[in-house]
């Protein structure tokens, strides 16, 4: 089959990106022809401002070299300009670099066009010295003057404005700011916001000239623009005057082709333009009413629009909130939604002028609606997060200003504030990664979101517990160019674009029980996914159809396809269960003699009341299961997403202030759940009286005996995040625990996300969701823990059935060596 | 010249799975076995922090190790990017179900 051809008119951020998505989809269905009007590859604009503030430099900043169009058989045409379409003919007219005419086909016509700055009609402004600020160009005529000239004005005090301001400032200019409005940055900041960044802005030196009206650019001797004349009258000093009074989509070249064309080119859902082999995508489109500026906005219309060229036709753009974040260095902004304070919404507001720190939380009803955050930005991402899931916030109302990362979050020194932290600082605790080197790899590797982040750098990719503040240091350093994904629809993995939530409604719609089964129905894009989709859906597979599906051990970690833990050296660790923390003479005496028989170098006491053997070759798990056996010992499942322990306090079987017998009941409970998988871990605690000495409050499930019953807790977490469990539910005895214990369980079982603990699943779901399936419906209630029972019946002791094998080896063989 | 020596059958190796092979000369050496019933070899320590290679998850050609999910490609032991670093691999063939390794 011919290739298609496809013309790109333009070459900046949206549209190459929408090459490169092109590219990773359908490599070879299209010879691609670039056309870009600058003599420059396709490079990261919005790090112009860094560049002119002198933090990096031009090549810092290119995306994708010259070498990658070759590498891609992409025809590049720089500096060139293209001036007609003819879309009857299906063909673009180009005036090259050299004056020569340049006509190419084209079976499918992208235009990412861009925009240009708008000129306000002032008279000078034609003059030498006035220039706006949008490419390349623009910011070498500014370091040029900078080094020349004195005075300095920017005219708009947007967030263009501002960063130009601050990078003229920088390389010692004098510099004013013209604002026409009351306050700076008025489309992104609330007056308090604006009067705030103001007063830091002219801490370090710049000058601001607000409700001014700029009257003419005065022409100096030299025939260079030497002042800026108000209509006031007064006049200041200018050398250099910089217009960023906003953009302007570059519709021209669409208009005269007989495109429609509204405040940008008129796209649909799918990107395309009222010309359906023609799309638009970037700054020069408008979709529904709405023409981005920001980058990430233009980044997800790139995939669709990619998708669509690709005739894949399943992505459909549906528009995109956004957000702000300044580039200056130092100083944190950022705002996202509405923040106007339109009828029916309510501010949340803490102020504290004397530490810099402003935060505005604009709620309609119990959802977040608008945000303005100075200061103290780190819970940005997440507030951005809580908007564009419209997420109900009306449990956590009491304390949302303070954010997500108030309590708990450990092993990074409670470092809030990204931009002003220096580069040599800890960021992630558990792989050593400082902050000089994250916004190193952004910049260098022109990184855009979390994982790529992740990846790159390894930062909060182990423990998690770090992640708003590598975003904070992400989003402070490319700006509006971040955007966090989208929690709700976010693809399992890159094996797919489904998301947990599509996966586990197709396993239950269509009954796919294996994973392969499942792989093969959602049309998983790899042979086999990989290392995180593949448990995923094992346990999906298996939660949904007990019984049914097969469990297959390939798709699980190590951890549980060994039943042991791995260590840092290969060497395993093995917890025989302890019910309820409850031991005997007899089980110590089978784990000492198995200690000295298997040469076991350290013995612990776990957290969870029980004992760890530590260094256990792979080849000794099963004999040493085995002994255990024999002494009447199970598996612990201390390696597994699944059932770990019931810690209990003695109750009052001893204790002279016991109220319950938690004991007792702590080994009904974990008996019930014996061999129970799960999302994550899952951990409960049995304490006998409010003292609560099994620390009831940190665990998913939490039971608190009082004189009349229990009080049950959940979704409670003593790790990364200490998070106190949400009271539940008061029962009356042993038995209501069990039901609404389990029935709270298996609601979790059902319908949590693979690796998303109890405490995060309600934060998703909301607790009153959880209270309405498990406490206000009694049959539901009983419907739920009778499916918990049956999934957990029949259960066989992992490590007894690989030890006596009745497969005839092939558990077994697992753990055998082969010598050769 | 290439010493092939035989391992084991091919059925003893799970599919997605791994064996574990003790060698004098070399130490041990994870033998993967992939869905499409290829055959890889390479050294059973990853170039990150010595996991053993053989104890991770296979997909595709490649094994994501379990101690911090780096991923090698088991045709030619390289770390897949952005992670840098190789392992050693070893050839392999398969006749009449059976796995040979060239050590």
Not at chain 1, 331 to 339: K, L, N, Q, Y
Not at chain 1, 451 to 457: A, C, M
Not at chain 1, 502 to 507: D, Q
Request: aromatic content about 8%; glycine content about 10%; some cysteine.
């Amino acid at each position: 089959m011919r290739k298609l051809k496809l013309v790109m008119v333009g070459n900046g951020m949206a549209g190459v990106r929408t090459l490169e998505e092109l590219r990773k989809i359908a490599p070879d269905m299209y010879d691609i022809t670039v056309f870009g009007a600058e003599p420059h590859p396709n490079y990261n604009r919005i790090l112009l401002s860094p560049v002119l503030a002198g933090e990096m430099t031009i090549q810092d900043i290119i995306l994708n070299d010259l070498q990658w169009y070759a590498d891609n058989g992409i025809t590049l045409h720089l500096g060139s300009t293209v001036t007609g379409i003819d879309r009857q003919n299906r063909s673009v007219v180009a005036t090259g670099k050299d004056g020569q005419r340049i006509e190419v086909d084209y079976d499918r016509l992208l235009i990412a066009t861009g925009s240009t700055p708008f000129m306000p009609p002032i008279p000078g402004k034609e003059l030498p010295g006035v220039l706006a600020y949008r490419d390349i160009k623009d910011t070498d005529e500014m370091i040029d003057a900078a080094a020349k000239y004195k005075h300095a004005v920017v005219i708009g005090a947007g967030l263009l404005g501002l960063e130009a301001a601050n990078g003229l400032a920088l390389r010692g200019m004098d510099v004013t700011v013209v604002h026409i409005s009351d306050w700076i940055m008025e489309r992104q900041l609330d007056r308090t916001g604006g009067k705030m960044l103001q007063a830091e802005l002219e801490n370090k030196g710049m000058k601001f000239r607000m409700n001014a009206q700029t009257a003419e650019l005065v022409k100096g001797e030299s025939g260079r623009v030497c002042a800026v004349k108000f209509k006031d009258g007064e006049s200041i000093p200018a050398d250099l005057v910089c217009m960023a009074a906003g953009i302007r989509p570059n519709v021209e070249l669409a208009e005269k082709a007989g495109i429609y064309c509204n405040r940008g080119i008129v796209v649909s859902d799918t990107l395309q333009t009222y010309d359906p082999r023609i799309y638009a995508v970037g700054e020069c489109a408008n979709h529904r009413g709405t023409a981005y500026g920001l980058v990430a906005p233009l980044f997800e219309q790139a995939k669709v629009c990619a998708n669509h060229l690709a005739m894949y036709g399943i992505g459909r753009y549906q528009g995109s909130v956004t957000s702000t974040k300044l580039k200056v260095t130092g100083i944190d902004v950022f705002s996202a939604g509405d923040f106007s304070g339109a009828e029916g919404t309510e501010d949340i507001v803490l102020h504290d002028p004397g530490m810099g720190i402003y935060k505005r939380l604009v709620l309609k009803g119990d959802k977040l609606v608008g945000t303005v955050l100075y200061g103290d930005t780190k819970d940005g991402a997440w507030y951005f997060q809580l908007l564009k899931d419209a997420q109900d916030v009306g449990e956590i109302r009491d304390h949302l200003v303070f954010g997500n990362a108030h309590l708990g979050d450990v092993g990074h020194k409670g470092n809030s504030m990204a931009a002003s932290m220096p580069d040599s600082a800890e960021v992630c605790g558990c792989n050593g990664v400082c902050k000089g080197t994250i916004v190193k790899a952004i910049q260098e590797q022109g990184l855009f979101t979390l994982e790529d982040v992740r990846k790159h750098t390894k930062a909060s990719s182990s423990c998690g517990s770090c992640t708003g503040l590598v975003e904070q240091i992400l989003a402070s350093t490319i700006g509006g160019a971040y955007q966090p994904a989208d929690s709700n629809n976010k693809a399992v993995c890159g094996c797919t674009d489904h998301s947990h939530g599509e996966v586990r409604k197709a396993i239950r719609a269509n009954k796919l029980l294996s994973v392969a089964e499942a792989q093969k129905f959602l049309e998983w894009k790899t042979p086999n996914g990989c290392a995180s989709c593949r448990p995923a859906l094992n346990y999906y597979c298996i939660s949904t159809w007990p019984h049914e599906a097969i469990d297959d051990p390939q798709s699980r970690f190590i951890n549980e396809r060994a039943h042991a833990n791995i260590q840092k050296d290969g060497t395993y660790s093995v917890v025989p269960r302890m019910w309820g923390g409850l031991t005997n003479p007899t089980e110590l005496r089978a784990i000492a003699d198995a200690a000295e028989k298997y040469k076991v170098p350290t013995v612990k006491v776990t957290g969870g009341q029980r004992i760890d053997l530590l260094g256990v070759k792979k080849e000794d798990l099963p004999a040493m299961w085995s002994d255990f056996a024999a002494a009447g010992m199970v598996s612990g499942h201390a390696y597994g997403k699944s059932l770990r322990t019931v810690k209990t306090c003695v109750g009052s079987e001893h204790c002279r202030f016991g109220t319950q017998r938690s004991m007792d009941l702590g080994v009904k409970l974990e008996k019930m759940l014996f061999g129970m998988w799960s999302p994550h871990k899952f951990k409960l605690a049995v304490s006998g009286c409010p003292r609560n000495c099994a620390e009831s409050g940190i665990k998913d499930i939490g039971v608190i005996g009082v004189d009349s019953g229990y009080e049950l807790y959940v979704g409670g977490n003593g790790g990364i995040k200490t998070e106190v469990a949400q009271f539940f539910c008061k029962v009356a005895n042993d038995d209501e625990v069990m039901e609404y214990g389990g029935a709270f369980i298996q609601l979790y079982r059902e319908e949590g996300y693979y690796l998303e603990r109890t405490c995060h699943y309600i934060e998703r779901v909301g607790l009153e969701h959880v209270k309405k399936q498990v406490l206000e419906d009694a049959s539901q209630r009983k419907a739920l823990h009778e499916r918990l029972l049956f999934a957990l019946q029949n259960y066989k002791d992992p490590w007894a059935e690989i030890f006596e094998d009745k497969s005839g080896g092939t558990l077994k063989r697992e753990f055998e060596i082969i010598k050769v | 010249m290439t010493d092939w020596k035989k391992i084991c059958a091919v059925s003893d190796v799970p599919v997605l799975g791994s064996r574990v092979v003790d060698s004098e000369a070399h130490g041990r050496i994870a033998v993967f076995r992939n869905s499409a019933d290829e055959v890889f070899a390479v050294h059973d320590k990853c170039p990150h922090k010595a996991g053993p290679l053989s104890q991770g998850i296979v997909h595709g050609k490649t094994v994501t190790c379990p101690l911090h999910s780096w991923k090698i490609q088991l045709e030619d032991g390289q770390v897949v990017a952005p992670d840098v670093g190789c392992v050693k691999h070893f050839p392999t063939k398969v006749e009449n179900g059976e796995v040979f390794l060239a050590l």
